[in-house]
């Protein structure tokens, strides 16, 4: 359907002007076709008939004829995806309308053909069925969601949302080091994705098949995380399993271990993973032999090891054996072109895909989102859009700065500035400028974000404030 016009017409113009369409006028069924704009092109005597227009309808826009089929038809040029809704005449005919966007061969939009029918459910009836099916479609999403979540799939480079030159560079290596056995070293601030990248690893090695088991050291009191890791015989201790248990290296014999949050771990235990390393082969807790693993370590910090060595906290050796393929994530404010990107996907994963269609982001929050600090990185930005969301009217459609939460004008009016010693080398503009941008963020936190407030306790009027907002790149829209 998609490529069906451009055989043999340029353009859905030359298509409505030809004889063709005479056979269009043989059809029950409502034919029209419309510019890449909405304006129409023809219309066939079924689809005038079935809309009541008695005049020709060539020229006018789709909005001027239909009341609530224009969103359908802007969608579908936006899209370029069929949509269906259910079409309402001015003059109160109805029926159900197929929009198809036709695209020519290098996929641009050469216009929109509906297609309608008639329908004898009155308007009510339709709506509900209509919304009854969008509704369905939103559970269906969200159950798939949670399926895969459930079924434990695991990212893939793939997968993980980024674009920009940096994340693009960071996959490239990581698909790389994926082919490889030696561990790999993921280095990033926290939030920044670095258990995605992890999953990814494992799913571009050919381990892929095998198990992925992810241990954050952080979180296991140190007197367990050595029976955690290499598992213990029965009887081994008071208060043991008589069975013993499998400590997470043997569970992830023929697979991939992620130790999260290396940096944690005990100086003991770290003496003992360096013997596993090196050998391959563990030792449990109450057991002489030793027992063979074919496991593939990839190990994650949010610190610097380096500095860690230097203070005696973590041992130089291990930095060593780990450090050998350093992947590092970056930060989020270093590759702020990926912001668009991961707010279209959180909308998504938060509203299923057809509500989000509906929800866009002002302007106005994607400046202050490019120049936000983002300390917690792409777990922030989630958590920052999961509350704006929530914090929406129903009827509400826009996510604009008044819907977001009040730590975040905290956060950028705190964040901290470059400071060097001596004279920053700004001009006193500039230093003014910045103190102003400062002092305009902090007032609009303590009024959560309304913006009379905030011009109160500035001491200058709305307008005046408004004006400061622009020039300081700030602009609100509404
Ligand atoms: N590029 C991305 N695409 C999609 N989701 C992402 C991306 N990066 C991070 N996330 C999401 O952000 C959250 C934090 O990611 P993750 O736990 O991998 O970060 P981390 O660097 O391991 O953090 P920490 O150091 O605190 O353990 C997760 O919910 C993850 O799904």
């Not at 030696?182 to 198990?211: C, D, I, N, W, Y």
């Not at 780990?322 to 992947?327: F, H, R, T, V």
């Not at 826009?398 to 939460?405: E, M």
Request: hydrophobic share 40%.
């Amino acid at each position: 359907m998609e490529h069906a016009g451009n055989q043999l017409f340029a353009s859905l113009e030359e298509l409505a002007d030809s004889r063709y369409t005479e056979i269009f006028e043989l059809l029950h069924t409502g034919i029209a076709l419309l510019s890449d704009q909405g304006v129409f092109l023809y219309a066939n005597r079924a689809f005038m008939e079935l809309f009541g227009f008695a005049e020709d309808i060539r020229g006018h826009h789709v909005s001027q004829l239909f009341l609530t089929s224009e969103q359908g038809v802007m969608e579908a040029i936006r899209t370029r995806e069929m949509t269906v809704c259910s079409s309402i005449t001015a003059n109160n005919s109805q029926g159900v309308s197929f929009r198809y966007p036709l695209l020519d061969a290098e996929g641009d939009l050469l216009g929109i053909i509906i297609e309608a029918v008639p329908t004898n459910i009155d308007r009510d009836k339709l709506g509900n069925l209509l919304s009854t099916i969008k509704n369905l479609e939103e559970k269906a999403n969200y159950l798939e969601h949670k399926l895969l979540k459930k079924s434990g799939m695991l990212y893939s480079f793939d997968s993980i949302v980024g674009e920009s030159a940096v994340m693009l560079e960071m996959k490239r290596l990581g698909r790389r080091f994926a082919k490889n056995t030696e561990p790999v070293l993921l280095s990033g601030e926290s939030g920044t994705g670095k258990e995605l990248a992890a999953q990814a690893l494992h799913m571009a090695s050919p381990r892929s098949t095998g198990p992925f088991v992810a241990v954050n050291c952080a979180a296991l009191p140190h007197e367990l995380v050595e029976s955690e890791l290499f598992g213990y015989a029965g009887g081994a201790f008071t208060g043991a399993k008589s069975s013993g248990m499998k400590g997470k290296f043997e569970l992830a014999d023929t697979g991939t271990i992620f130790l999260d949050e290396i940096a944690e771990l005990p100086l003991t235990v770290q003496a003992k993973l360096l013997r596993v390393l090196e050998s391959g082969e563990i030792q449990k807790i109450g057991q002489s032999g030793t027992l063979h693993m074919d496991f593939r370590l990839i190990a994650a910090t949010n610190r610097n090891l380096l500095s860690l060595v230097d203070e005696g906290v973590f041992r130089e050796d291990l930095y060593h054996r780990l450090n050998i393929l350093e992947l590092t994530i970056p930060p989020l404010r270093e590759r702020t072109s990926d912001i668009p990107l991961l707010v279209r996907y959180f909308v998504e994963a938060t509203m299923g895909a057809r509500a989000a269609q509906e929800i866009s982001i002002s302007n106005e929050v994607y400046r202050l989102f490019s120049c936000y600090p983002w300390r917690g990185n792409v777990r922030e930005l989630r958590n920052v859009l999961t509350s704006a969301l929530y914090s929406m009217e129903a009827d509400e459609k826009v996510v604009s700065a008044q819907h977001l939460p009040g730590r975040f004008f905290k956060d950028m009016a705190d964040a901290p500035e470059e400071r060097e010693a001596g004279w920053s080398g700004q001009k006193l503009s500039q230093a003014s400028a910045q103190a102003e941008r400062k002092a305009v963020l902090s007032a609009l936190a303590s009024a959560k974000n309304n913006k009379s407030k905030a011009a109160k306790l500035l001491g200058i009027s709305r307008n005046n404030l408004y004006k400061k907002l622009r020039v300081l790149g700030l602009r609100p829209n509404e």
